[in-house]
């Protein structure tokens, strides 16, 4: 028996597996990327930063992370 339960997803345009209990806060904790850093869109809808934990990621669903740099 599996451990969790595994969804389809594509993320930045390739296919990934994440548990069927994912959020977009968990994914990008997962990810380990810098919250105060990235923007979510889930398909083609940007995801508020204070939605993050309860915006369950569903079966098939697009989703697209941009990680922003500083510079100087």
């Given at each position: ?24 806060q968990?994914?990008v ?11 979510v869109e ?18 098939g ?10 510079g100087g």
């Amino acid at each position: 028996m599996p451990e969790t339960d595994q969804i389809e997803i594509t993320l930045n345009g390739e296919s990934r597996q994440v548990p069927a209990n994912c959020t977009v806060q968990k994914l990008v904790e997962g990810l380990k990327l810098p919250s105060g850093q990235v923007a979510v869109e889930v398909n083609r809808s940007i995801a508020r930063r204070s939605s993050w934990p309860q915006t369950c990621i569903q079966d098939g669903d697009s989703i697209e992370i941009v990680h922003f740099v500083g510079g100087g």
